[in-house]
C-alpha cells in the first residue's frame, strides 16, 4: 500500500503531453504585463500585519521580524476566495475563438475549478469540471453557481486527474492546466509584484505549494525587484510533490493526502519544476496538525477564515520552520479561505498547539 504523499506508479496518461518549455516562457516582464491587463478585473487584496505572529517568530527562530510585525497578503479575500483568478482570468482572455467554441475542461480541489468557472462565464465559454468525489461541498457549489458542469469521480486528485483526461479526449474539450501553463503562472506572479509594492523593502516571502504555480510567479516578480529577497515554498507533509521533483530531477507522482486539499498535487510540472528549482530559496514541509494550528490563528488572532492550504505559509512561520533573521521584513500568503463553516469547526480541535511566545 502506497503511505499518503509517497511515490505512486500514476497511468501513463497523468504525464502524457507533459514536455519540458524553455526556461524563459515566464518572464518578469509577462508578469507585468499579467498585472496591467488583470487591473481592475481583480481585487487589490489588502497586506494585513500581526504583532502576535511576529513574537511567535521570534520565539521559535531567534529573529524578530522588522517592524515587530509579520506581513500577511490576504488572497483569501481575492475573487472566489483564493489566488486563483489571477491566472485563471488572463488564460481566459488568451483563448483563441476555436478554444473558446471547444468548451474547456479542469481537474481541481475546488479552487482552480472556481476560478476558472467564473472568468469563464463572463466570456461565454462552458467549463466541465472535474473534482475528487470527496470534495468540499461548498466548493463544488460554488462551481456549479458560477456555471460549470462539476464531475465528482476518484478517492484523490490522481483518480479525478485520469477521469479528467477521459472525458477531456471523448469530448475535446480544452484542458486548462492548473500550475504546468506560463500564462497561469504569470497571472499568480501579479501577487509578487503586489507585495513588493506594499512592502517595497520585504526580505523573506513564504508561500504555500501545491503543483507549484503561485510559489514560481511570486519568486520570479519578487526577485526581479529585489533580488536579495528569499521566497520559500511550504508542503503539506503528506503532499510533497514539488519537493520530490527537486529532490529526484523529474517529476514524481504521489498519491497526496493531506488536510489542505488545495494544495493537494498529484505530481508537479516541468514549468513549475524548472522555476522552483532556479528560483525558490528553500522548500519547508509542515505537518497536518500544524496548519491546522495556523488556521486556528488566523481564526482567533487575525480573525480570518482561511482553509488549511491558505494556512500553510502561516504555520510554517509559527512553529519556526522557515529560518528568520532578526530585523527581516516578513510576508505570508494567505492564499484562501473556501473552507465550511462545519468542517471548520470539525478540523480545529485537530490543530498542533502553538509554541509559547
Given at each position: 500500500?502506497?503511505e499518503?504523499?509517497?511515490?505512486d506508479?500514476?497511468?501513463?496518461?497523468?504525464?502524457?503531453?507533459?514536455?519540458?518549455?524553455?526556461?524563459?516562457?515566464?518572464?518578469?516582464?509577462?508578469?507585468?504585463?499579467?498585472?496591467?491587463?488583470?487591473?481592475?478585473?481583480?481585487?487589490?487584496?489588502?497586506?494585513?500585519?500581526?504583532?502576535?505572529?511576529?513574537?511567535?517568530?521570534?520565539?521559535?527562530?531567534?529573529?524578530?521580524?522588522?517592524?515587530?510585525?509579520?506581513?500577511?497578503?490576504?488572497?483569501?479575500?481575492?475573487?472566489t476566495?483564493?489566488?486563483?483568478?489571477?491566472?485563471?482570468?488572463?488564460?481566459?482572455?488568451?483563448l483563441?475563438?476555436?478554444?473558446?467554441?471547444?468548451?474547456?475542461?479542469?481537474?481541481?480541489?475546488?479552487?482552480?475549478?472556481?476560478?476558472?468557472?467564473?472568468?469563464?462565464?463572463?466570456?461565454?465559454?462552458?467549463?466541465?469540471?472535474?473534482?475528487?468525489?470527496?470534495?468540499?461541498t461548498?466548493?463544488?457549489a460554488?462551481?456549479?453557481?458560477?456555471?460549470?458542469?462539476?464531475?465528482?469521480?476518484?478517492?484523490?486528485?490522481?483518480?479525478?486527474?485520469?477521469?479528467?483526461?477521459?472525458?477531456?479526449?471523448?469530448?475535446?474539450?480544452?484542458?486548462?492546466?492548473?500550475?504546468?501553463?506560463?500564462t497561469?503562472?504569470?497571472g499568480?506572479?501579479?501577487?509578487?509584484?503586489?507585495?513588493?509594492?506594499?512592502?517595497?523593502?520585504?526580505?523573506?516571502?513564504v508561500?504555500?505549494?501545491?503543483?507549484?504555480?503561485?510559489?514560481?510567479?511570486?519568486a520570479?516578480?519578487?526577485?526581479?525587484?529585489?533580488p536579495?529577497?528569499?521566497?520559500v515554498?511550504?508542503?503539506?507533509?503528506?503532499?510533497?510533490?514539488?519537493?520530490?521533483?527537486?529532490?529526484?530531477?523529474?517529476?514524481?507522482?504521489?498519491?497526496?493526502?493531506?488536510?489542505?486539499?488545495?494544495?493537494n498535487?498529484?505530481?508537479?510540472?516541468?514549468?513549475?519544476?524548472?522555476?522552483?528549482?532556479?528560483?525558490?530559496?528553500?522548500?519547508?514541509?509542515?505537518?497536518?496538525?500544524?496548519?491546522?494550528?495556523?488556521v486556528?490563528?488566523?481564526?482567533e488572532?487575525?480573525?480570518?477564515?482561511?482553509?488549511?492550504?491558505?494556512a500553510?505559509?502561516?504555520?510554517?512561520l509559527?512553529?519556526g520552520?522557515?529560518?528568520?533573521?532578526?530585523?527581516e521584513?516578513?510576508?505570508?500568503?494567505?492564499?484562501?479561505?473556501?473552507?465550511?463553516?462545519?468542517?471548520?469547526?470539525?478540523?480545529?480541535?485537530?490543530?498542533?498547539?502553538?509554541?509559547?511566545?
Amino acid at each position: 500500500m502506497v503511505e499518503p504523499g509517497q511515490e505512486d506508479t500514476a497511468p501513463d496518461a497523468i504525464l502524457a503531453g507533459m514536455s519540458v518549455p524553455a526556461a524563459d516562457v515566464v518572464t518578469p516582464e509577462r508578469i507585468r504585463e499579467a498585472a496591467r491587463f488583470l487591473q481592475g478585473r481583480v481585487h487589490r487584496t489588502p497586506l494585513l500585519s500581526s504583532a502576535t505572529a511576529a513574537r511567535l517568530v521570534a520565539a521559535a527562530t531567534g529573529g524578530l521580524p522588522a517592524d515587530g510585525r509579520v506581513y500577511l497578503k490576504a488572497e483569501h479575500l481575492q475573487l472566489t476566495g483564493s489566488f486563483k483568478p489571477r491566472g485563471a482570468i488572463l488564460k481566459i482572455a488568451a483563448l483563441s475563438p476555436a478554444e473558446r467554441a471547444a468548451g474547456l475542461i479542469v481537474i481541481s480541489a475546488g479552487n482552480h475549478a472556481q476560478a476558472v468557472a467564473l472568468a469563464a462565464s463572463g466570456a461565454g465559454v462552458a467549463v466541465t469540471a472535474v473534482m475528487p468525489a470527496a470534495a468540499v461541498t461548498a466548493k463544488v457549489a460554488a462551481c456549479r453557481a458560477y456555471g460549470a458542469e462539476v464531475i465528482l469521480h476518484g478517492a484523490d486528485t490522481a483518480e479525478a486527474w485520469a477521469e479528467m483526461e477521459r472525458v477531456r479526449d471523448a469530448r475535446g474539450l480544452v484542458f486548462v492546466h492548473p500550475f504546468d501553463d506560463p500564462t497561469i503562472v504569470a497571472g499568480q506572479g501579479t501577487v509578487g509584484l503586489e507585495i513588493v509594492e506594499d512592502l517595497p523593502d520585504v526580505d523573506l516571502v513564504v508561500v504555500g505549494v501545491g503543483g507549484g504555480g503561485l510559489a514560481s510567479g511570486i519568486a520570479m516578480a519578487v526577485k526581479a525587484i529585489r533580488p536579495g529577497a528569499r521566497v520559500v515554498g511550504v508542503e503539506p507533509e503528506r503532499s510533497n510533490a514539488l519537493s520530490r521533483a527537486l529532490a529526484a530531477g523529474v517529476i514524481v507522482p504521489i498519491r497526496p493526502d493531506s488536510v489542505a486539499d488545495g494544495l493537494n498535487a498529484p505530481f508537479a510540472a516541468p514549468l513549475t519544476l524548472e522555476l522552483a528549482g532556479r528560483l525558490l530559496d528553500g522548500l519547508i514541509l509542515v505537518p497536518d496538525a500544524e496548519i491546522l494550528a495556523g488556521v486556528r490563528f488566523a481564526f482567533e488572532r487575525l480573525k480570518q477564515v482561511l482553509e488549511p492550504a491558505g494556512a500553510a505559509a502561516l504555520a510554517a512561520l509559527l512553529f519556526g520552520r522557515v529560518p528568520v533573521r532578526d530585523g527581516e521584513r516578513v510576508c505570508a500568503v494567505l492564499s484562501g479561505g473556501n473552507i465550511e463553516p462545519e468542517r471548520l469547526a470539525g478540523l480545529l480541535p485537530m490543530a498542533a498547539p502553538l509554541p509559547e511566545a
